[in-house]
């Protein structure tokens, strides 16, 4: 499975947008990039995927480079909810989660 | 709508005692099933998995096991927990066709003393 490097924290204020990056230089041409996020004390949360395309829905868009080495998750507008750990996971097996970013939404 | 269960939410153990945490899943039927622990401060790690029933698959070993008596439920257990067993023991479900696409449950907060 193909690494995946992203910034340990971020702060966002309330009512702006998240960009959260993640980089995956090694990606093959069937891995898929799939974004988790985990509130505190919950479970992980799957937020979104997608193999080349940009993809959107109810909770974020997924912005993928055309050379699919980095990937960029987007919250529109980010609400103090939204502060969690974010997992990039690129792969074609099972799930390995790394360190994440840290988002802090804040007022 | 698919919803999983997991019990109990807290657990605190002595150790040696032994251990069961059950999880089930409603509206779906054959899902992949998952057990993930996350020790304080760090990632989630993959123990178990099973594609149907009585098919257990392990990724670490250790002393716990897992098993799967019907479609929709998952078991963990231990016949005597370490203290390094404490974390948060997370059960997951997902479909074969996607099966990184996976739904958590709320957890179970395990603390070994």
């Known amino acids: 499975d193909a690494k995946t490097t992203q910034p340990p924290s971020m702060d966002c204020a309330e009512g702006r947008a998240a960009n959260l990056p993640c980089n995956h230089s090694t990606i093959s041409g069937n891995e898929y990039v799939y974004w988790y996020r985990q509130i505190h004390s919950q479970g992980p949360q799957y937020i979104i995927h997608g193999l080349k395309n940009n993809e959107t829905n109810e909770m974020a868009s997924l912005i993928i480079t055309e050379d699919r080495k980095s990937s960029t998750l987007i919250l529109p507008h980010a609400t103090l909810r939204d502060t969690a750990v974010y997992y990039c996971i690129v792969g074609g097996g099972k799930l390995i989660f790394g360190q994440g970013t840290e988002l802090s939404v804040k007022p | 709508s698919q919803t999983i269960h997991q019990w109990p939410a807290t657990l605190v153990q002595p150790v040696g005692s032994p251990l069961s945490l059950e999880c089930t899943v409603e509206g779906t039927s054959n899902p992949n099933l998952y057990w993930y622990r996350q020790a304080a401060g760090r990632g989630l790690q993959l123990l178990f998995y099973?594609?149907?029933?009585?098919?257990i698959s392990s990724e670490v070993p250790q002393n716990l096991s897992a098993s799967r008596p019907q479609d929709r439920q998952f078991i963990l257990s231990s016949k005597k927990l370490l203290l390094s067993d404490s974390g948060f023991y997370l059960c997951?479900?997902?479909?074969?066709?996607?099966?990184?696409?996976?739904?958590f449950g709320p957890g179970t907060r395990l603390t070994v003393t």
């Open positions: 099973s594609v149907g029933i009585g098919q």
């Open positions: 997951a479900w997902g479909t074969g066709l996607a099966p990184r696409e996976q739904y």
